[in-house]
């Protein structure tokens, strides 16, 4: 039973480019989370989608972030014209039927913005 | 939203009993207490969730007191493979994300 993916684990961007970062949950599961991890931080939580739909976005920056969750394929964080700060970590998660099942997490996609 | 407080760093030896204790004054009836456990460059992993009383699986152990605001995690004779950061979370409610703190940096020496 394949865990969590995520692709790609490493990506580099030039300021201004945009960045797609995809995640496959566990067979199963059909509620996803993305976080954001800068070094020698905590994870930070940014969206939680279900299938075809975003239940939380408290934790995305307003502009030029968007994820979606469609019905057939990954779930996608797509970041518009990056920026410096947006290197970071970004770690998807999945959890089961319910949000409050343990959720467990992909390797994680490094973004580089140069 | 419960927040948790732990201890930044810790340091063990191999084949020591370690103990991070976690506080969370604030937790809520429905909220679970749950471990993590992170390595450099990988995502977290899940080790193991509460609700009262001692829970152990074949990783670690977790003792929850009464009042449930604090929990201790323990791990048995660790190695140096041990050595990460160890996050814990409450969980629970009516959020789905889950809140991390800077976790514990548990380095074990040989």
């Known amino acids: 039973n394949a865990g969590v993916m995520q692709n790609p684990r490493h990506l580099v961007r030039r300021r201004g480019q945009e960045a797609r970062l995809r995640c496959s949950p566990m067979k199963g599961h059909s509620h996803v989370y993305w976080y954001r991890q800068l070094p020698e931080e905590g994870l930070k939580f940014m969206v939680y989608?279900?299938?075809?739909?975003?239940?939380?976005e408290s934790g995305m920056p307003k502009e030029r972030f968007s994820a979606e969750f469609p019905k057939e394929g990954p779930s996608i964080l797509r970041i518009q014209q990056v920026v410096r700060g947006d290197s970071a970590a970004y770690f998807c998660?999945?959890?089961?039927?319910?949000?409050?099942?343990?959720?467990?997490f992909g390797p994680g996609t490094r973004l580089l913005v140069l | 939203l419960a927040k948790t407080t732990q201890p930044i760093s810790m340091d063990s030896y191999e084949g020591q009993e370690v103990n991070i204790t976690c506080s969370h004054n604030?937790?809520?009836?429905?909220?679970?207490i749950t471990w993590y456990q992170q390595f450099p460059s990988q995502g977290p992993r899940f080790i193991i969730q509460?609700?009262?009383t001692k829970v152990t699986n074949e990783v670690a152990s977790l003792f929850i007191p009464a009042d449930r605001k604090s929990s201790t995690l323990s791990l048995p004779r660790v190695s140096l493979s041990d050595t990460a950061v160890y996050y814990c979370?409450?969980?629970?409610?009516?959020?789905?994300?889950?809140?991390f703190g800077k976790g514990t940096k548990l380095s074990v020496k040989p």
């Open positions: 979370l409450v969980v629970g409610g009516s959020q789905g994300n889950l809140i």
């Open positions: 989608l279900q299938k075809e739909n975003i239940i939380d």
């Open positions: 998660a999945s959890s089961p039927e319910t949000y409050q099942e343990t959720q467990y």
């Open positions: 604030n937790i809520a009836t429905n909220d679970y």
């Open positions: 509460g609700y009262k």
